[in-house]
C-alpha cells in the first residue's frame, strides 16, 4: 500500500479533535503499527494539532487544519497544513525540561515520539 490512507480537513478547534485522534489510531494500527506506537503517532499528531490551533490560530476558531497520513517504502509520513499567518519555526522552542508547570511541551514530545520532524 502506498500513497495517502487518510486524508481530513478540518476546523481548528480543539473539539475536533477527538474524531482526529480516532482517525489517526485506525489507520496506523491498519498500517502495521502495534498498540504503543499507534498511542505515540497519535500524541504527536494531537501536540501538533493541538499547537497549531493555539499558537497559528492564536485559539480562535478561524481556520482549518488539512491532516494526511500517506505511506511509501513501509515508512508512515503525516502532513498538517494549516492557514494561519506563517510562524518563525526558529522562534517556536520548547520551554526548559526543568521548567514544571502544565503546557509548553507539545514540540519536544513530538520530537521525542516520531523518527523525523
Not at 61 to 76: F, M, Q, R, W, Y
Request: a negative charge.
Amino acid at each position: 500500500m502506498s500513497g495517502p490512507i487518510l486524508e481530513m480537513r478540518f476546523p481548528a478547534q480543539a473539539k475536533q479533535l477527538r474524531h482526529v485522534r480516532a482517525a489517526v489510531k485506525e489507520k496506523s494500527l491498519a498500517c502495521g503499527a502495534d498498540e504503543q506506537m499507534a498511542r505515540d503517532i497519535v500524541t504527536a499528531v494531537d501536540e501538533a494539532c493541538q499547537n497549531v490551533i493555539r499558537h497559528a490560530y492564536k485559539g480562535e476558531a478561524v481556520g482549518d487544519i488539512k491532516l494526511t497520513l500517506s505511506t511509501e517504502d513501509g515508512a508512515l509520513t503525516i502532513s498538517l497544513v494549516d492557514w494561519a499567518p506563517p510562524t518563525d519555526p526558529s522562534k517556536v522552542r520548547p520551554r526548559d525540561l526543568d521548567d514544571v508547570r502544565p503546557g509548553g511541551l507539545g514540540t519536544h514530545l513530538i520530537r521525542e515520539l516520531m523518527d523525523s520532524v
